[in-house]
């Protein structure tokens, strides 16, 4: 989460020039901005396509749960707890990667 406000223009004196500089974040998709008028730097909002990416990868990480859980339980033999685990660690990382994109489509920050 950027620490700056999210903006298409300047949130201060809603100026639309700026100069562009290397973002803080460690996942950003545009440079950070700060007006050339009053020296306020903010961080433009996270593009739609990135959005739908991360909701894309996100259902990507999930979808092996249920089909992962299906085959060992479907397969006969005793189900692995180490293989239990990394399905629920990738589901974790996919819900985390859904909500993100999620969040982000519904509007700045």
Not at 3 to 26: D, L
Not at 29 to 49: A, H, I, K, N, S
Request: proline share 8%; aromatic share 10%; charged share 15%.
């Amino acid at each position: 989460m950027s620490e700056y406000r999210v903006s298409q223009i300047c949130p201060k004196c809603n100026n639309t020039t700026y100069k562009k500089v290397r973002p803080k974040s460690w996942v950003a998709f545009l440079d950070d901005r700060v007006c050339l008028e009053c020296g306020e730097r903010y961080t433009p909002p996270t593009p739609r396509w990135a959005s739908i990416l991360f909701i894309l990868i996100g259902v990507f990480f999930i979808a092996p749960l249920p089909l992962g859980i299906g085959i060992d339980l479907l397969s006969g033999r005793t189900p692995l707890l180490a293989s239990w685990g990394c399905y629920g660690l990738l589901a974790t990382l996919g819900l985390a990667a859904v909500a993100h994109g999620v969040r982000n489509l519904g509007g700045p920050g």
